[in-house]
């Protein structure tokens, strides 16, 4: 008896779970300085009984820490599942939010309404940026590449619509009369957990949670779709509205995330990958693993980050982009009779 | 009205006799004073106490910015360029200066166009401020005037600094200070910073902890270190960006209570130059106000 498919499907969850529990708990123990966390914790619990500097752990631990390892948690799902279900709806194994340009699209969004003051107005103007900024992306790639495009048209458009929102990007910040707009265009283009806040986590929980809820519900579409799109349609699915659905989702969650990280690449593309031979190809089944996996990735790269460099900031999509660059090198490789 | 009209007439004429005159006279003052020009925001600090306002003909961009360039109300009427060779050549320096870090192929272009180039050094302490004052003043032929700002700017030093010598049983314990600025940005040993914090009466924070030269500095490490005395450098514009949004953050509002919060505004620390007094004297002050306040 070797792995079979069954086998690894129930061992993928505990598997993939316990990952979670363990990468997060590494995470919040990772910083600058070292935090006794059980002391801090315990300080926290007991409402404010201990030193002093059990109090600048606990704040440590509750506003620095915690806020960075949830946002991990909450954007690496949150790609890991939007690149699955681009996948499915393009019935493309190269779609990811990062390749196609929806990251870099919602990041413009949110830069935009960041360095002209919007983001002051409301307080979920900054989501807002960041959807928009995505549902123009996805438009754009029906536009260029169509549902029935061939790989080539869609990595052409995505090439295309990347280029034009990471030079948008540049442009914006230079007319905001920034002082720190070279750092900021590294920020957005690159993405980065550090130094946010819960506040900042719960403006853009919502809008993931939404975007999330819808594109897990649209799993039995999407194994429909996988059979071709007039057998969907026989099967009683409306395909126009289903689309519609899983392009604003998409759009709701990605902008949401990357308005508060920057566009962190590879995680959307490469997820899905790892875990399709795992669901038998299914790609209603896909969704949710690729949410947990995402959080997983997400979780190591930031851990990496810590570890790597304390005090250089290296950016989170650096390390991100460092793994999944070459994935998606040997992807084409490995595509590349089909691609022509 | 009439009256105004003659008087500007008069002005006007006598200003036109004297043209020749005037100008043959203004040769004659600039045989031992430069025409001089700045490629450089710090350059354009020491040249604008330095120089008569008429044998400069250009500053830096920034020199005029009120943000960056602390003597920015001298820089109005004066060219700025950024430094590029085109923009220099029909106002005709005798003399540029330009920044120990400033674009190197800049440099090399206006001194292929047979320009005299002086980079000034970096200014790391307050002892280098009256020797730079010293070195420019020289280079452009203003020696006295050189010599009166630095006389003046070393009896302010002596008596901003004067407690060094009375009350060295404080050493013991001093309070310390961190500098934090957008992106939590600081500055430590082996920069004027560090040098005029110490001066004070303060310990750097920053330095403490082992860091050296300007860089950032982590929220975690700030609340570590719990400052006596936070100093943010007041920038009033550039609210609309990540970097300033960073200095909201709830860790650092609510994570430092016992800490004395206190701006100075950022075109007094942008270079290390005379404005280094100014901030030296605006921390003494705050030393001062932290002892009264401290020890209650």
Not at chain 1, 49 to 64: K, M, N, P, Q, R
């Amino acid at each position: 008896m070797g792995f079979t498919s069954a086998n690894i499907q129930y061992l993928i969850w505990p598997a993939m779970l316990i990952l979670l529990a363990l990468f997060f708990f590494i995470d919040i123990q990772l910083g600058p300085i070292a935090v006794p966390l059980g002391q801090a914790i315990s300080y926290g619990l007991s409402s404010g009984s201990g030193t002093e500097t059990d109090a600048v752990h606990w704040l440590i631990f509750s506003e620095i820490r915690l806020p960075r390892a949830l946002l991990a948690v909450l954007v690496g799902f949150v790609l890991g599942c939007a690149g699955a279900s681009l996948q499915g709806l393009l019935r493309n194994p190269l779609a990811g939010p990062g390749l196609v340009g929806v990251t870099n699209c919602a990041a413009l969004g949110a830069v935009c309404t960041l360095y002209f003051g919007w983001a002051g107005l409301v307080w979920f103007a900054l989501p807002l940026g960041g959807i928009i900024g995505a549902c123009i992306s996805v438009l754009l790639i029906f536009l260029l590449a169509g549902r029935q495009g061939s790989v080539l048209n869609l990595i052409l458009a995505g090439v295309a619509i990347n280029a034009v929102a990471s030079s948008f990007i540049a442009l914006a910040l230079n007319f905001s009369d920034n002082p720190y707009a070279m750092n900021e265009i590294v920020y957005w283009l690159l993405g980065s957990l550090s130094n946010r806040s819960l506040n900042d986590v719960a403006i853009v929980a919502p809008f993931m949670f939404v975007g999330v809820a819808i594109l897990l519900s649209r799993g039995a579409y999407l194994d429909a779709l996988s059979l071709g799109e007039d057998t969907a349609q026989t099967l009683g699915f409306n395909p126009v509205l289903e689309r519609t659905f899983i392009v604003l989702a998409v759009a709701m969650s990605v902008g949401a995330a990357v308005s508060i990280s920057g566009s962190i690449g590879f995680i959307g593309l490469v997820v899905p990958h790892l875990f399709r031979p795992m669901v038998d190809y299914q790609p209603g089944k896909l969704l949710l693993i690729s949410g947990v996996g995402g959080s997983v990735l997400l979780l190591l790269a930031d851990i990496c980050v810590q570890l790597i460099s304390v005090n250089q900031e290296l950016k989170l999509g650096v390390v991100t982009s460092l793994v999944g660059g070459p994935f998606f090198l040997w992807m084409i490789y490995r595509m590349r009779n089909e691609i022509q | 009205m009439s009256v105004f009209n003659l008087k500007q007439v008069i002005v006007l004429i006598t200003c036109l006799l004297c043209f020749p005159f005037s100008s043959l006279a203004a040769a004659k003052k600039t045989d031992d004073a430069l025409k001089v020009a700045s490629i450089n925001l710090c350059a354009d600090q020491f040249l604008m106490l330095l120089a008569d306002k008429k044998n400069i003909v250009a500053l830096s961009d920034l020199a005029a910015d009120k943000e960056y360039s602390y003597l920015w109300q001298r820089a109005v009427g004066i060219p700025l360029t950024h430094g590029d060779a085109e923009q220099l050549l029909p106002l005709k320096p005798e003399l540029i200066v330009a920044g120990r870090y400033d674009d190197i192929h800049k440099v090399h272009l206006l001194r292929a166009f047979g320009y005299n180039v002086e980079i000034i050094p970096l200014v790391e302490n307050l002892a280098q401020v009256t020797a730079t004052l010293e070195h420019i003043a020289m280079l452009i032929g203003e020696e006295d005037k050189g010599l009166a700002l630095i006389q003046d700017l070393n009896k302010r030093i002596q008596l901003a600094t004067s407690h060094l010598q009375n009350d060295s049983s404080n050493a013991a314990k001093k309070p310390v200070a961190v500098i934090y600025a957008a992106n939590g940005f600081t500055h430590a040993a082996g920069t004027i910073h560090d040098d005029l914090i110490r001066l004070a009466g303060f310990e750097n924070g920053a330095t403490q902890l082992g860091m050296t030269g300007h860089g950032n500095l982590s929220l975690e490490q700030l609340l570590m270190i719990q400052p006596d005395v936070l100093i943010m450098e007041d920038s009033s514009n550039n609210k609309n960006s990540n970097a300033q949004v960073f200095l909201q953050h709830p860790a650092l509002t609510r994570g430092l209570p016992n800490t004395q919060v206190v701006n100075i505004p950022a075109n007094l620390w942008m270079c290390g130059g005379p404005s280094s007094v100014d901030v030296l004297e605006h921390l003494r002050l705050i030393y001062q106000d932290f002892q009264v306040k401290g020890h209650k």
